[in-house]
């Protein structure tokens, strides 16, 4: 394969500028490949930031309605409070095959009569 052929027709991966150079050159120059991988953790960031507030509002949430160590509330409470069950940090199974799922330090099960167990975990 003509190289010259080939590296003439790959493009910036920043600016869309024709590349010349190494066949794995990826970017005319350290500004684009640096600009290019800003934009990248730039976007990463974002992401993680919109998790995070929707992770915390989760903590927030189940915080509030907890009253000592577990709590039971009906569902309509706990989902009415925009409770967003998508987002959850991990779970945990007890011997008993309960999966209780977590924010951070606090956890819920869900119960068989439209029910939540809300529970706090020591750390
Ligand atoms: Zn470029």
């Not at 869309?16 to 150079?21: A, N």
């Amino acid at each position: 394969m003509d190289i010259q052929v080939a590296t003439r027709k790959r493009l910036c991966l920043d600016c869309d500028k024709p590349v010349y150079g190494r066949v794995d050159k990826k970017f005319c120059n350290d500004q684009c490949r640096v600009s290019h991988n800003n934009k990248i953790n730039h976007n990463t960031i974002e992401s993680v930031k919109s998790i995070n507030i929707i992770l915390k509002k989760n903590r927030s949430i189940l915080s509030k309605l907890s009253e000592g160590n577990s709590t039971k509330i009906s569902s309509i409470k706990l989902l009415g409070t925009g409770f967003n069950r998508d987002y959850h940090t991990h779970t945990y199974k007890n011997s008993k095959g309960e999966l209780y799922i977590f924010c951070y330090d606090y956890g819920y099960l869900t119960l068989a009569n439209e029910e939540f167990l809300i529970i706090k975990k020591k750390i």
